[in-house]
């Protein structure tokens, strides 16, 4: 099917660009694009998704659900991430865009005490290594199928920080994880940052009050604290510690969030 054919045929059917968003899985910036002339060979796999929806006969309903389990399955790219991405906070991870949630005040207070320790100790013991906090976009595989945004990342090869954000795996992350976001934190990103070459990762859970660390240099883990005392982190061979009794107090501060 020729362009100026799914033009006609979006045209006889009264398609609205956000309609063949919704119903294709395909993002509203690369409709536009495409019907604008703007990209004039798209895709396969994006044709065929147009193709589908503007010759079928009736057109089923989209799923409420269709931003965190992608209809048009592992098919997006960096281009359509920030495409989305001025829109709302989204995440790519091997071609599957995932809904991010406005982070909740414990969830803010928790990364930033954390970042601000890191920052802290880091310069104290005169480390060359960068600490960063969300947003930052890091394009994890160095490919255009996976864009992350990390609460917390380290990075010590700076060659890795570019003006947009970060080419490669950090050394080291943190995640707070929430009701949203904790399947992805735990075993999807487990596993991608694992792949990628991140050599310590840690996520806090502010509902069940405890860390969990990964050591995936030493291939050892996962290993799960309590948020009290101090832990230092293995990739400074814990010269670098955090309070985690302080982090605690940010979800006693708010105890109401989630």
Same mark, same amino acid.
Request: glycine fraction near 6%; proline fraction near 5%.
């Given at each position: 099917?020729t362009? @100026? @054919?799914m033009?006609? *045929?979006?045209? $006889?059917?009264?398609?609205?660009i956000?309609?063949?968003?919704?119903?294709?899985?395909i993002?509203?910036?690369?409709?536009?694009?495409?019907?604008?002339? @703007?990209?004039?060979?798209?895709?396969?796999?994006?044709?065929?998704?147009? +193709? =589908?929806?503007? #010759?079928? /006969?009736?057109?089923?309903?989209?799923?409420?659900?269709?931003? =965190?389990?992608?209809?048009?399955?592992?098919?997006?790219?960096v $281009?359509d991430?920030?495409?989305?991405?001025?829109?709302?906070?989204?995440?790519?991870i091997?071609? $599957?865009?995932? /809904?991010?949630?406005?982070?909740s005040? %414990?969830?803010?207070?928790i990364?930033? =005490?954390?970042?601000? #320790?890191?920052?802290?100790?880091?310069?104290?013991?005169?480390?060359?290594?960068?600490? !960063?906090?969300?947003?930052?976009? %890091?394009?994890?595989?160095?490919?255009?199928?996976?864009?992350?945004?990390? /609460?917390?990342?380290? *990075?010590?090869?700076?060659?890795?920080?570019?003006?947009?954000?970060?080419?490669?795996?950090?050394?080291?992350?943190? +995640?707070?994880?929430s009701?949203?976001?904790?399947?992805?934190?735990?075993?999807?990103?487990?596993?991608?940052?694992?792949?990628?070459?991140?050599?310590?990762?840690? *996520?806090?859970?502010p509902?069940? $009050?405890? !860390?969990? *660390?990964?050591?995936?240099?030493? +291939?050892?883990?996962?290993?799960?604290?309590?948020?009290?005392g @101090?832990?230092?982190?293995?990739?400074?061979?814990?010269?670098?510690?955090?309070?985690?009794?302080?982090?605690?107090?940010?979800? #006693?501060?708010?105890? /109401? +969030?989630?």
């Amino acid at each position: 099917m020729t362009l @100026e @054919e799914m033009k006609r *045929i979006k045209e $006889e059917k009264g398609y609205t660009i956000t309609q063949l968003a919704e119903y294709t899985g395909i993002p509203v910036g690369t409709l536009q694009k495409i019907f604008s002339g @703007e990209t004039r060979t798209p895709r396969y796999a994006t044709r065929q998704a147009l +193709e =589908n929806v503007l #010759q079928a /006969d009736k057109v089923k309903e989209p799923s409420t659900y269709a931003v =965190n389990v992608p209809r048009y399955h592992g098919s997006y790219t960096v $281009e359509d991430y920030y495409t989305m991405s001025g829109d709302k906070r989204v995440e790519l991870i091997d071609g $599957e865009i995932y /809904d991010m949630c406005v982070p909740s005040v %414990v969830h803010q207070g928790i990364s930033a =005490n954390v970042f601000f #320790q890191l920052r802290q100790k880091i310069k104290e013991q005169g480390g060359s290594c960068v600490p !960063l906090y969300a947003p930052v976009d %890091v394009r994890l595989d160095c490919d255009d199928r996976t864009m992350v945004q990390p /609460d917390v990342l380290i *990075i010590c090869d700076k060659s890795k920080i570019k003006k947009w954000g970060i080419l490669g795996a950090p050394d080291f992350i943190l +995640e707070v994880a929430s009701d949203s976001t904790r399947k992805i934190d735990y075993y999807k990103k487990t596993t991608k940052y694992m792949e990628a070459g991140v050599k310590e990762y840690w *996520i806090i859970d502010p509902i069940r $009050e405890r !860390l969990t *660390i990964y050591d995936f240099q030493h +291939e050892e883990g996962p290993a799960v604290y309590p948020l009290a005392g @101090e832990i230092g982190l293995i990739m400074y061979d814990s010269a670098i510690r955090i309070d985690l009794k302080e982090v605690g107090e940010e979800i #006693q501060e708010y105890p /109401d +969030e989630c």
